[in-house]
């Protein structure tokens, strides 16, 4: 079914209706409109709402809910561990994952440049409209439900974190492990991208042996992290088949 928006006359590329479903949470059309909305469909439309205040919201909710959570779950562990456990579950890398689970690319409104460069699978896009769409339930349903929500998405990545361990702190893991063999120190290479108030960074391990890993993020530090989480995945499964996480 193609639901259109009266107000622009633009066809949604697939039913919101159904994303509502998935969440379990009722939402206003107008607050869900504007969730979905990307800055770049908005512009190309007369300057619409966008997501990016509901994005602030969001962002401040997941904090939240996340750092409570961490907090309570986990008495004995110092502020420093803790952090790096909220680092491992709120990045755009952990959200963007949440926000491919949900399906949610095929919902958002995109300009059409963004649509032709493959905006709908973008890791920085898809981060923002998970934090987008916590802050309209805050908005709409109140703290109780956005509280919900988070957990329903973020339990899982919660726990995983948990398991991480040394993951916690990528790129300290994949220099102990090109150590191990002999591949020297790791070399990062940065290039970013975008305006000044939502630049994107890209990340490029270097290694001895010409080997190299990519990642995206927010920042500098989140790209590198990203960066040596995949490098460090190759080269363990380069060093033993059977290698799990750090």
């Keep these: 079914m193609t639901v259109t ?4 006359a633009e066809p949604w590329p697939q039913a919101p209706e159904a994303l509502i479903a998935h969440l379990g ?13 990307h800055r770049s469909f908005a512009y190309e439309n007369g300057g619409l709402p966008t997501n990016e205040r509901l994005e602030f919201l969001g962002d401040s909710v997941l904090g939240l809910v996340v750092t409570e959570t961490l907090y309570r779950e986990h008495p004995d562990l110092p502020e420093g561990q803790l ?15 949440v926000g491919r689970d949900l399906g949610l690319g095929r919902y958002l409104r995109l300009g059409k440049g963004e649509e032709a460069t493959g905006g709908r699978d973008k890791a920085s896009i898809l981060a923002d409209s998970v934090e987008a769409l916590i802050g309209a339930v805050y908005v709409d349903r ?16 919660i726990e995983t974190a948990r ?13 102990e492990l090109t150590a191990e063999m002999g591949l020297g120190v790791p070399e990062y290479r940065i290039v970013e991208s975008g305006p000044d ?5 890209v990340a490029t391990v270097v290694l001895r042996d010409g080997s190299d890993g990519q990642g995206e993020g927010g920042s500098k530090k989140e790209a590198e992290q990203a960066a040596a989480a995949t490098t460090w995945q190759s080269l363990a499964e380069r060093a033993a088949p059977d290698a799990g996480t750090p």
């Design 163 to 175: 398991e991480l361990g040394a993951g916690l702190d990528w790129k300290t893991s994949l220099q």
């Design 83 to 97: 952090a790096k456990l909220r680092a491992a579950v709120v990045n755009m890398r952990a959200l963007a994952t």
């Design 25 to 37: 949470i009722a939402l206003s059309r107008e607050v869900l409109e504007q969730a979905l909305t």
């Design 142 to 157: 109140g703290i109780d439900d956005a509280t919900l929500l988070v957990h329903r998405l973020f339990d899982p990545v």
């Design 5 to 8: 928006n009266q107000a622009t």
């Design 197 to 201: 108030h939502a630049k994107s960074f």
